[in-house]
């Protein structure tokens, strides 16, 4: 039975769950810098991006130990965060020996996740309340918890507008339009048999169990963070900005 159904509104506010950190990708979009370094070890200001992450969820209170999924230059990370001890929380680490993109890492790790749990990307920094979040899964009975942020862009291209059924005359030129909507963010909370739904050994996207999941009625909630609660860290462009970022923020200590 699922914890998530056991236990009342009072002992929610006590309950701590286990983190994971899905950390093994290649970092290819952000070669030549992970030639050497494994993306989630990037420095940002004075330390790697992947301690940003695990200062954070202890910084939630709610969580009680990390497990980090490694796999692509596995030992950078394993000798830097150690059992977790530097960091005052115990950290663990379950290995591939080849990338399984991010469902397939998770599943690696399924040995250790009996309760709900925590899941997270390595490479985004997050400034949102996790301890909310994890709270309203619980109370929601959600067998997932999505974190989603509000999003807008506008488009490479003009878009045309068709009318007629046969002539399909041109009836509207919107050049570059702005689009906005509901983005993933990369963080979750996931009822443990949800790990029941990702094959073993294969490489399997979270993108296609979360579908799963949802073609199967299985309780799917969203938790909207607010703008600015989220930076994505996945290519060349973006680590370059948060860089500068956070260098600027050092430069002010």
């Known amino acids: ?17 286990k983190a994971v950190i899905l950390a093994g990708g290649l970092g290819t979009r952000l070669q030549p810098y992970t030639f050497f370094i494994p993306k989630p070890m990037l420095p ?5 991006l992947l301690e940003y992450l695990v200062e954070w969820l202890i910084k939630s209170k709610k969580i009680n130990e990390v497990i980090i999924c490694v796999s692509y ?12 001890t530097r960091f005052g929380i115990n950290i663990k680490y379950s290995r591939s020996d080849r990338p399984l993109a991010t469902a397939g890492q998770l599943k690696t790790a399924a040995t250790h996740l009996k309760e709900p749990f925590v899941c997270l990307y390595g490479d985004s920094v997050y400034e949102f309340p996790l301890d909310k ?3 309203n899964h619980f109370k929601d009975k959600a067998f997932i918890s999505m974190a989603l942020s509000r999003y807008k862009t506008n488009l490479k291209y003009g878009f045309i507008e068709l009318s007629g059924h046969e002539n399909l005359l ?11 909507g509901l983005i993933n963010i990369g963080c979750y909370v996931f009822e443990p048999e949800f ?20 073609k199967s009625k299985k309780k799917v ?11 994505d860290i996945g290519d060349k462009k ?3 900005e948060a860089y500068k970022l956070y260098v600027k923020k050092l430069g002010k200590i």
């Open 73 to 84: 230059l596995h030992r950078s990370i394993e000798d830097y965060f150690e059992d977790g």
């Open 133 to 135: 979040m994890i709270e």
């Open 238 to 240: 973006s680590y370059l």
């Open 195 to 214: 790990l029941d739904l990702i094959p073993v050994s294969t490489s399997f996207g979270m993108d296609e169990a979360v579908r799963e999941s949802i």
């Open 221 to 231: 909630k969203s938790f909207i963070v607010e703008e600015g609660s989220f930076m």
């Open 44 to 48: 940002l200001g004075n330390k790697p």
């Open 1 to 17: 039975m699922s914890t998530t159904n056991i236990l009342n509104n009072d002992q929610l506010f006590l309950f701590s769950v």
């Open 170 to 180: 041109v009836s509207e030129w919107k050049e570059k339009p702005e689009i906005s």
